[in-house]
């Protein structure tokens, strides 16, 4: 064990955690998400609180990923418990045609949070449901049938949302929903345009969207999928000619614009909506995560008044058994006032703007990083076997059968760091509450891992 004084806190040191039995964690019976079963022995964890979780054997680590993406107010607010226990005591489920105050005044509460004229609210059970949802209202509404999504994206693992996906994780679902076309977002390091200015990219990157519309048919066309900041696929804060763009092409061709933000709203990206930060308004939006801080699995589609009324004298597409859940919308209502009274968007922005700094300060150390991004508490470092060809520092470790993202992770465990590396990728998006010396001591532990990484490149 190392002891970092200023954390007054003991922290992971000299090598992973001992592989226990897994009879003693889970009795082997769970499947895990994403992994192979056999090969994954996963940590087990009893206690949380702010950015910390604390393991069965008392060691402490600190989540600069928020439990991917989620937990944006912490582990164990006390508000979020109390409201738990006492909705545990008073009402927990009623089915979902029945009215409750928490879901009517959750309804209003969001509606005021949305970009534009988003006033209505679906609530459902996750950011997979979400866009399902979406997708269902988006082809009613247009009576169309196509869907356009970026390469650049992940929507979800349910069927519809691997389908308008670009994440590899979609091949896993093949063969897919048909249906769908795919462009590609301007501003990635690897960029696929050979522009020589952004401005250039963007026009290139909307002119190929308008040309997909044209070889699709632009009547047969329901909508458009965009994630705002494009977010697992490798955080991409996209230009906002760009996302103007799409709005406008949706216009022209009379199909709508979806905005997927299950991660970047909710103060991840230093806004309530990332919509906000480019004054866009979509016509449909969904979004997840943040919503409860994964204190209760919840999602929600907000729509504006056109398509909400569209469905005045026909069923609505969607429904839930879950939908609008009691306690799930009590636990979202004392999550926003959490956001609120804590001011924990502005302290994203304010704080994120740290955190970058602070990254590209590494950065300019490091030949193994070939660009870092980010907004508000959501960042990324990408890294590059060679900045001069910007060639894949993961794809090189491939071929001895080499895993990056594994390597990173594990190092960074070391030193008490839990947080998501995949690809090229390593992700800092640590709960909006955390500690300065907690953030402190993870950018350090970055620094290190980085210094250890740059052995590998050419």
């Not at 206690?47 to 912490?74: H, K, P, T, Y």
């Not at 269902?136 to 693992?157: E, L, M, P």
Request: net charge negative.
């Amino acid at each position: 064990m190392k002891e970092y004084a200023d954390l007054n806190m003991s922290l992971l040191g000299g090598g992973l955690p001992p592989n226990k039995p897994r009879e003693l964690d889970d009795d082997g019976h769970v499947v895990y998400g994403w992994r192979p079963q056999p090969k994954f022995t996963p940590l087990t964890f009893t206690r949380g609180e702010n950015s910390r979780l604390w393991d069965r054997d008392g060691r402490c680590f600190i989540d600069i990923g928020a439990g991917q993406m989620s937990v944006n107010i912490g582990y164990g607010h006390p508000k979020i418990q109390n409201v738990m226990r006492r909705g545990a005591s008073e009402l927990t489920y009623v089915a979902p045609y029945f009215a409750t105050e928490a879901r009517s005044l959750l309804a209003r509460r969001v509606a005021a949070r949305l970009p534009g004229d988003l006033n209505y609210v679906f609530f459902c059970n996750g950011g997979s449901d979400a866009i399902e949802t979406a997708l269902k209202v988006a082809r009613a509404y247009t009576g169309r049938t196509k869907i356009i999504a970026a390469w650049q994206s992940y929507h979800g693992a349910t069927a519809g949302a691997s389908a308008i996906s670009g994440d590899a994780r979609r091949l896993m679902a093949e063969p897919l929903i048909p249906g769908v076309g795919r462009f590609h977002v301007p501003g990635q390091y690897r960029s696929p345009f050979g522009a020589t200015s952004m401005d250039e990219e963007v026009a290139m990157a909307l002119e190929a969207v308008d040309n997909l519309f044209k070889l699709e048919g632009p009547n047969s066309v329901a909508a458009i999928v965009i994630e705002p900041i494009i977010g697992g696929s490798g955080l991409y804060v996209l230009p906002s000619k760009f996302l103007h763009g799409l709005r406008s092409i949706c216009n022209k061709y009379g199909c709508l614009l979806i905005a997927d933000e299950t991660i970047c709203a909710w103060g991840r990206c230093g806004e309530w909506f990332s919509s906000h930060r480019y004054g866009l308004v979509p016509d449909i939006i969904t979004t997840a995560k943040g919503v409860t801080s994964g204190y209760m699995p919840f999602g929600l589609v907000g729509m504006n008044e056109n398509i909400r009324d569209f469905f005045n004298d026909r069923a609505f597409v969607g429904g839930l058994t879950t939908e609008g859940h009691a306690l799930a919308c009590s636990v979202a209502l004392a999550n926003m006032e959490v956001y609120e009274e804590e001011a924990l968007i502005e302290r994203s922005s304010k704080l994120g703007e740290y955190l970058l700094n602070r990254l590209n300060e590494i950065f300019s150390r490091h030949s193994c990083i070939g660009e870092v991004r980010g907004s508000g508490l959501y960042a990324v470092i990408e890294f590059t076997a060679d900045r001069g060809r910007k060639s894949s520092l993961a794809a090189k470790l491939q071929k001895n059968s080499n895993s990056l993202g594994d390597l990173v992770y594990s190092l960074l465990l070391e030193r008490g760091i839990i947080t998501m590396a995949k690809n090229d990728f390593l992700f800092v998006a640590p709960p909006l509450t955390i500690p300065e010396v907690d953030l402190d001591y993870a950018i350090k532990s970055i620094d290190e891992v980085v210094t250890d990484i740059d052995q590998y490149v050419d």
